[in-house]
């Protein structure tokens, strides 16, 4: 089966720019979610939808960040404007259901550099 | 949330079993225990998960104290491939939905 995809692959912005990254989750999973990953740190879960629901978002710096699920498949996030410190990698998951027995399959991740 | 530790690093040889453990005291009784891992410049990787009883794969054996407290990921045979960072994670219930939360990980090294 497809993975969860996501693009692009990597991005070079100057701070106060914006960007956007994509995802495609895994045909017919529900939830999806967001995570910013600083290099040497384990992933921060940002945002976590379940179809085109917001459940998470409590981790999000809201003045900055936007995400949305559109028709509860694919999702975009956002950031504008950005800062030094937005420079991560961030990774989009998917699971069938938000079920305690359910794993959450990764994307590759798209890695932002802000400069 | 259900807090995890974990050794920040650990080395094992090429061919032997690695062991990499994790503490989990606060875990409730419907909490799963789950193992992740990272490769460099990759996305997580589900491993495997368990509840209460040992659990095997094609990948790794879980094993889960009876007191739930503490687990024990154990790769039988581990390769070069298998150097990455290991992440114990605690499904935590909330709001009727889950959330998956990492913590620092274990950095395995296995020498050739």
């Known amino acids: 089966e497809a993975g969860v995809a996501q693009s692009p692959r990597y991005k070079i912005i100057e701070k106060r720019q914006s960007v956007a990254f994509w995802c495609n989750p895994i045909s017919g999973h529900a939830t999806l979610y967001w995570y910013q990953q600083i290099l040497g740190q384990g992933p921060k879960l940002l945002i976590q939808?379940?179809?085109?629901?917001?459940?998470?978002d409590s981790q999000l710096p809201k003045d900055r960040f936007s995400a949305e699920r559109l028709k509860g498949v694919d999702s975009t996030l956002k950031i504008q404007p950005a800062k030094l410190e937005d420079s991560a990698v961030y990774l989009c998951?998917?699971?069938?259901?938000?079920?305690?027995?359910?794993?959450?399959?990764f994307g590759q991740g798209t890695r932002l550099t802000v400069v | 949330d259900a807090k995890t530790t974990q050794p920040p690093s650990m080395d094992c040889a090429e061919g032997r079993a690695a062991n990499l453990p994790c503490n989990h005291s606060?875990?409730?009784?419907?909490?799963?225990v789950y193992w992740y891992r990272q490769i460099h410049s990759q996305g997580p990787q589900y491993i495997i998960h368990g509840l209460k009883n040992n659990e095997t794969n094609e990948m790794a054996s879980l094993i889960i104290t009876e007191d739930r407290k503490s687990s024990t990921l154990i790769l039988p045979h581990a390769t070069l491939r298998d150097t990455a960072v290991y992440y114990c994670?605690?499904?935590?219930?909330?709001?009727?939905?889950?959330?998956?939360?990492f913590g620092t990980g274990t950095k395995l090294q296995v020498i050739p």
């Open positions: 998951a998917s699971s069938l259901r938000t079920g305690e027995d359910t794993e959450a399959f």
């Open positions: 939808f379940q179809n085109n629901g917001v459940v998470d």
């Open positions: 994670i605690v499904r935590v219930a909330s709001g009727g939905y889950q959330k998956v939360t």
């Open positions: 606060t875990i409730s009784g419907n909490e799963y």
